[in-house]
């Protein structure tokens, strides 16, 4: 986050063992000192060396304190000193993966049709689910939290990729009121297996949709990976140039179905624009034209394209 920096104090006691506090908060702030004499003082006092620092930011925005306490040889001293103990939240369990139930890996990983897909896992009550998903080669890992459903959206898949997911909790009420935590050295070990998927490669590639509606792309029963030709008479090229965004036109137009579905919001959006100038003039000029042109331009299209008479697209 702009203006923060990470502040890293290691703290060396005679008696050969080093607490590491990390403070994420804002930058130059000063590390605290102690000298516990032993492993249970030790852990006493990285938590309220942490607990003060936490205390000290709270106002400054979120501010994360991760506290690890551990020998110079790098291994962990027994969690259980701390003092209370970290919480320990249960492992969620895979539910759904693709329409498929359960968590699979390997040659018989389940294979969907569409890249517009789920996965799910079951966790208890007040306990909020949080999802990574990546490429099956690790690669690009990307985050969801807070639903209980994880929903692929246009983009999200590519068809003939395979994917893994996986999924961990954390306290609803902490997350909404932005508490700062103490890190649990074993949050690794709190999330479920991997489970494995893999996209058809027949399925539609949403990857070129991108700014484009696809409730109105779905309306209009295009897909976004493949191209449409329309023919327009000299009139309907003036209207679709005066209604969008077009530029050049010609009585044989071909162009994607994203691009399609654009210009047809365009002359949607257009129309009710004309409507609520024509209904502002009234009476008093009633040469001022409303958006039946533009509307029919836009159901004579949606025929030629194969969608419904009259879309709504709005």
């Known amino acids: 986050m702009a203006g923060t920096g990470r502040t890293r104090s290691v703290l060396r006691w005679p008696a050969g063992f080093v607490a590491l506090v990390v403070v994420c908060a804002a930058a130059?702030?000063?590390?605290?000192r102690a000298f516990p004499g032993d492993d249970a003082a030790l852990y006493a006092q990285?938590?309220?060396?942490?607990q003060a620092a936490a205390d000290k930011y709270r106002g400054a925005g979120q501010v994360t304190v991760a506290v690890r306490c551990e020998r110079p040889d790098g291994t962990v001293v027994d969690p259980k000193l701390w003092s209370p103990a970290a919480p320990t939240r249960p492992v969620p369990v895979p539910v759904m993966t693709v329409g498929h139930a359960g968590c699979v890996t390997g040659p018989g990983r389940p294979v969907v049709r569409t890249a517009l897909t789920s996965v799910s896992a079951k966790a208890t009550a007040g306990e909020a689910v949080i999802y990574q998903y990546q490429r099956l080669d690790g690669s690009g890992t990307t985050g969801s939290s807070g639903s209980p459903v994880l929903e692929f959206g246009p983009g999200d898949l590519a068809p003939g990729g395979s994917y893994r997911w996986r999924a961990r909790v954390?306290?609803?009420?902490?997350?909404?009121?932005?508490?700062?935590l103490f890190a649990d050295p074993d949050e690794e070990l709190r999330w479920s297996s991997w489970?494995?998927?893999?996209?058809?490669?027949?399925?539609v590639d949403y990857r070129g949709l991108g700014d484009v509606s696809l409730a109105a792309l779905t309306e209009l029963g295009l897909r976004p990976d493949r191209d449409y030709t329309v023919r327009l008479s000299s009139r309907q090229q003036r209207l679709l140039r005066a209604?969008?965004?077009i530029g050049r036109t010609s009585d044989r137009m071909t162009l994607t179905g994203p691009r399609w579905t654009d210009l047809l919001v365009q002359l949607t959006e257009s129309a009710s624009i004309a409507d609520d100038a024509a209904a502002e003039a009234g009476e008093d000029d009633p040469s001022v034209p409303d958006g039946t042109a533009a509307r029919r331009l836009v159901d004579a299209i949606s025929v030629e394209l194969?969608?419904?008479?009259?879309?709504?697209?709005?």
Do not use: Q
């Open 195 to 203: 489970c494995e998927f893999t996209v058809s490669a027949d399925a």
């Open 306 to 314: 194969g969608g419904p008479h009259h879309p709504h697209l709005g």
């Open 28 to 32: 130059g702030s000063a590390p605290t």
């Open 243 to 245: 209604g969008t965004n």
């Open 46 to 50: 990285c938590r309220r060396t942490a």
């Open 170 to 180: 954390d306290d609803l009420a902490e997350l909404a009121g932005g508490r700062t």
